[in-house]
Every structure is written in structure tokens, then in C-alpha cells.
């Protein structure tokens, strides 16, 4: 689970650190408060992308830190060092001198964004890419943000929703590697039979393309690498100017930063013997010096290294206009021609066996398209189970929703042939795709007696709210992701219908760490834990900060979401009564259980 979340200088957070607890916990806070920016700050540390713009104004970089505590962060870290190729543990080990140890099911993740816009980020302490982060954060935490409900419209993520409750990932990656296979065949197939002619024509512009890319050698990422080479080049005189500036300043010349600093130093220290302040701030100077001289010699090494060359710019520049016709004419980017000579090699050698007898390839076709709808049959017959026990588990949990009335049911659309499908797919008048033979669509019927129909055409926001709640609920058991955090996805309801979703969500932090962030007292109520984020002025800027709250502390919060800023005895008396009407009933555990 999610133990310890700290932010430092990031937008308007200053310092900011929150210690969450298994179960329920909620954050509240008025709009604009700063609940964004967490969301935010998380997204860094599961592998978002984030830019200097984020750093606080007035600080040199921002810093995120979590960590993760749980039997089940020993497993990830394991995953994790099989994908990553590394035999060391990602643990420390303090006899090795690897750093402090770090328990085994302890997992501390922290990324850093300068200024400038240059990132850093570490596992447990050692340095990690901001892929390996995002790889590790989809093991860890699932995160649902507030507008998510409106992708259950798309058909694709249907099928991948119904998919995933059902683990056909398998079945899946088995049918579109068959159909690729096939088209690969069928192409074959088309071109033997527009005759040798223009398979010969083919092989040729295949070869001629080949080796004009060959010819010239492109490496993938050597047009980035040129590209900055060019700039240092076409600027070299004003950065080897403002190198040897810089180091002349700090070192080398007279009246230099260090000697300055030097004197003043012994100046300071010998006045400490009076004055202990003076000596407290030599000290001071004396820690500065490491960091002037680290900056005065890497200037030297830079100004030493950084010299016109105009013979080297033209050559710079013509490799680069070589790569950007070659890429211009294959039409892809000048990085991704080493991949198109791949490509094109691959199909050149594809095509040398494309002379063999046309009924060989024509049985070979044959197979390959039975093999392809045995895939297909197979995926079909899984999801046509998988569809009912989706339904009955959404419907379900529907009715624990305020939507006891409702009906969902997942069906299953053939895709239908059309003109231009080749034979080798058609059956039936039906065809099947990479990702399968039937489109998957979510139907609801929110009232009894109502036909179900397609989600797009029917259901209001706080509908799909519900939808998509139950769909993560019913759905969330089919992995070992220990925490699931939700921001705002309560849009578009209220009363009854919010305590029902807070009933939800805290019945749901009894399997795992939940993190809601949520503008509805009826859902806060509901929560085991309770954190607040303010906004303040200080010294002339705002900044944010966050708290958990004690029993009493929570009565006050809900009684500002139920009345506003003005808080009334009356409104108080309303919070309480949520509060206790949110308390587990008698010999109902609450949630307790450390994910």
C-alpha cells in the first residue's frame, strides 16, 4: 500500500508530507486548494510526464517521494528485476555497503524536476528510468481519474474492460499473432497472382530501397545527436566565451570569486574567536568552496572542449540533409529509418520465397486462416462467458449504488464481412479482426422494464459514475494492485446516491488501500481516514498543506462541505448525523486489513 507521500516545491506545495493508512482514506478540501497537485505529484511517481513549469516559483527543482509497505511489494521487485536483466537486489544491503537496508516489502520511489526541465528519479535509492517507474507504479497503484467514467464509451475500451476481468489477454495476443500471420500470406498470395511480373517489379524497388538505406547507414537517435551537435557548432563562440568567462570569474582571474571567498573566510574565522556568528558564517563559506571549484573546473574542461569548427558544421549539416531526404522519401522521421531498413529487409526476404508453387501457398493459406478462426472461436467462446459473469457482477454491484432497478449486460456484435475482405476471413458473412470476431458493447437499462441499450446513447454523467464505480469494484479482485486511488469521480450526484458510493468505496477498502479524492460530504463520511488540503497565505505567497483529521476535526470539515464557508450549529448537527449514519453496523468489520 501507499504508506508516505512528500512533496516539496512543487506549484504552490512548499512541504507537504501525508502518512495514509489501509482502508478508506479520503481527501477533502475547498477548489483550489492544492488536491490536483497531489493527484499530480503522484502521476510523477508512477512515470508521468512533468516539466520545469511545475517547480514552486523561487526553487531550483521539486522533489516527490513515496513509499510502499506490503507483502506485495516484494513480488513487484522481483518482476521487476527479471524485466530489468539486473541480478543485484533493488533492495539496499548495508553489509555490501549498497546504502541503509530497506525491508524486502519496503519499496521508496522519489523523482526530482529541476528547474530547467531535467528530471531524475530513483527506486530505493538508486537511479531508475521515468519507464521503470511507470512499470512498477501499474503494480502498485490503479488510478481513476475524474473524467475516466467518459472512456467507457469508446469500443475499445469496452473490449479491453471485458478482457481484462476475464484475463483473455492470452487469447488475444495468440489471434493477432495468427492474423498477422495470415496477412502476411495473403499479401503473398495477392502478388503471385497479379503474376511474376509484379513480383518481380516488387523484389526490385524492395532491393533498389534496401540499399540506397544501407548506403548511407543511419542509426537510430543520430539525428537528435547531430542536431544538438549543429547547435553547439553554429553557437560555439559565445558558449566557449561564456565558459571561459565563468571560469576566469570563479578561478582563474584576478580578483576571482574563490580568492575573494578564500580571504574572506580566514578573515571570518579569525574574528570567530570574538564573535562566534562570524565564525558560524566562515563555516558557511568554507562549505561553498567545494561546489565553486567543482563549477570553475568543469567550465575550463568546457571552454577547453568547445571550439568553432567550420569544417565540422558543413559535414553535420549535410549528414543531416542526407537523413532528411532518405526519410522524406520513405516517408517516416529521419530516427525511424534504421527501422524501415528492418522492415523493408524483412519483406524483401518474405518475398524471395514468394515463387514457391501457388497450391503449396495456397494450402499454407489454408491452414493458416483455420488456425486464425480456431483463435478467434476460441477468444469468442471465453468472452461469451466471460459477458455473463461481467453482467451479473455489474449489475450487482448496480444495486449496492441506488441503482437497484438497473440491468447491465455486455453484448456481443458480430463484425461482418464486407467487399474487400478476403476470403481466407470470411464465414458466414462474418470476419474477425486482430483483436477478435465480435465487437463488445455495455448496455444499460436503468429502469425495470426498459430494454437495455448501448451506454453512449443513454446514460447521464452521474449514471456512468456508478457504471464505471461498479465496473472497478467488481473488476478490481482480478489483480494484486494493492491500492486504488480515485479523484473526483463522483460528478454528477448527490444525496442517497453519494452515500451509496461512499457505502462502496469503504466496502472496497476492506480488500485494499482506497485514496479518494472527493468534493461530496456523504462520501468523506463514509471514509476510515480523513485528510484535509488547505490553501494559506505565508509571507506573501500562497502555499498548501494537508493534515489528518481527529474525530472532532472531521464533524468541522463535513459540516463546511455540507454549509460552505459559514459554518452552522445546524450544519455540524447534519455532519455528525453523517458520521454516525456512515459508522459500520453492529458485527461488520471495518476495514482494517493492510493491503
Known amino acids: ?53 511545475l517547480v514552486r516559483e523561487g526553487a531550483r527543482e521539486a522533489e516527490v517521494e513515496a513509499l510502499f509497505t506490503g507483502p506485495v511489494v516484494a513480488a513487484v521487485l522481483a518482476v521487476d528485476a527479471t524485466e530489468d536483466g539486473d541480478d543485484e537486489p533493488a533492495v539496499g ?17 522519489r523523482r526530482i524536476v529541476a528547474g530547467g526541465g531535467r528530471q531524475r528519479a530513483y527506486v530505493n ?10 512499470a512498477l507504479g501499474g503494480r502498485l497503484v490503479h488510478v481513476y481519474g475524474q473524467h475516466e467514467h467518459h472512456t467507457l464509451l469508446g469500443a475499445d475500451t469496452q473490449r479491453r474492460i471485458l478482457d481484462d476481468s476475464a484475463q483473455l489477454e492470452p487469447l488475444v495476443e495468440t489471434l493477432r499473432a495468427r492474423a498477422a500471420a ?14 511474376a511480373d509484379a513480383l518481380a517489379a516488387r523484389r526490385d524497388l524492395l532491393a533498389y530501397q534496401v540499399e540506397e538505406i544501407r548506403r548511407v547507414a543511419p542509426r537510430t537517435g543520430e539525428a537528435d545527436e547531430l542536431t544538438h551537435e549543429r547547435e553547439l557548432l553554429r553557437h560555439a563562440d559565445r558558449l566557449h566565451a561564456a565558459a571561459a568567462e565563468g571560469e576566469q570569474a570563479l578561478y582563474g582571474g584576478d580578483g576571482a570569486v574563490l580568492d575573494t571567498l578564500t580571504r574572506l573566510a580566514k578573515r571570518l574565522q579569525a574574528a570567530g574567536a570574538i564573535d562566534p556568528e562570524l565564525g558560524a558564517a566562515a563555516g558557511l563559506l568554507e562549505e561553498a568552496r567545494p561546489a565553486i571549484e567543482e563549477a570553475a573546473l568543469r567550465l575550463r574542461a568546457r571552454a577547453a572542449a568547445i571550439a568553432a569548427d567550420p569544417a565540422r558544421l558543413a559535414d553535420v549539416e549535410e549528414r543531416l540533409a542526407v537523413l532528411a531526404r532518405l526519410a522524406r522519401k520513405h516517408g517516416c522521421a529521419a530516427g525511424e529509418l534504421e527501422a524501415c531498413h528492418t522492415d523493408l529487409e524483412a519483406e524483401l526476404t518474405a518475398l524471395d520465397g514468394a515463387a514457391a508453387d501457388p497450391e503449396a501457398l495456397a494450402r499454407t493459406l489454408d491452414r493458416a486462416a483455420a488456425e486464425a478462426w480456431d483463435a478467434a472461436d476460441a477468444l469468442s467462446a471465453a468472452r ?32 461482418a464481412a464486407t467487399a474487400t475482405t478476403p476470403e481466407s476471413r470470411r464465414r458466414g458473412g462474418g470476419t474477425f479482426v486482430a483483436s477478435g470476431a465480435e465487437r463488445v458493447v455495455f448496455e444499460l437499462a436503468p429502469n425495470r422494464g426498459e430494454p437495455p441499450r448501448p451506454l453512449a446513447r443513454i446514460a447521464s454523467g452521474g449514471e456512468l459514475s456508478r457504471v464505471m464505480l461498479a465496473l472497478k469494484t467488481a473488476t478490481v479482485g482480478q489483480s494484486d494492485v494493492p491500492t486504488v486511488l480515485f479523484d473526483e469521480v463522483d460528478a454528477g450526484i448527490g444525496g442517497a446516491v453519494a452515500e451509496a458510493v461512499g457505502r462502496k468505496l469503504a466496502q472496497l477498502g476492506r480488500s485494499r488501500q482506497v485514496i479518494c479524492i472527493t468534493h461530496l460530504p456523504q462520501i468523506a463520511a463514509c471514509a476510515d481516514h480523513h485528510f484535509v488540503v488547505r490553501k494559506q497565505p505565508a509571507r506573501g505567497r500562497t502555499r498548501s498543506s494537508a493534515e489528518r483529521l481527529s474525530d472532532a476535526e472531521r464533524i468541522e470539515e463535513l459540516a463546511r462541505m455540507v454549509g460552505g464557508a459559514r459554518i452552522t450549529d445546524e450544519a455540524r448537527r447534519h455532519a455528525a448525523e453523517l458520521r454516525r449514519q456512515a459508522a459500520p453496523a453492529p458485527g461488520r468489520a471495518s476495514a482494517k486489513r493492510s493491503p
Not at 544491503?93 to 520511489?109: K, M, S, T
Request: avoid cysteine.
Open 1 to 53: 500500500m501507499l504508506a508516505a507521500l512528500r512533496i516539496r516545491n512543487l506549484a504552490i506545495i512548499e512541504d507537504l508530507e501525508l502518512a495514509f493508512e489501509p482502508g478508506f482514506n479520503v481527501i477533502t478540501g475547498e477548489t483550489g486548494a492544492g488536491k490536483t497537485i497531489l493527484m499530480r505529484a503522484l502521476g510523477l511517481l508512477l512515470g508521468d510526464r512533468g516539466g520545469g513549469d
Open 93 to 109: 544491503d548495508a553489509a555490501n555497503g549498497d546504502g541503509p537496508a530497506i525491508d524486502a516489502d519496503e519499496l521508496a520511489v
Open 384 to 415: 461469451r462467458e466471460a459477458a455473463t459473469a461481467l453482467a451479473v457482477r455489474i449489475t450487482r454491484g448496480l444495486g449496492d449504488l441506488a441503482l437497484g432497478s438497473a440491468r447491465f449486460s455486455v453484448t456481443l456484435e458480430p463484425i
Open 182 to 195: 495470415l496477412a502476411a500470406l495473403e499479401e503473398r498470395m495477392r502478388l503471385a497472382r497479379e503474376g
Open 125 to 134: 535509492d538508486r537511479l531508475a528510468t521515468v519507464a521503470r517507474l511507470a
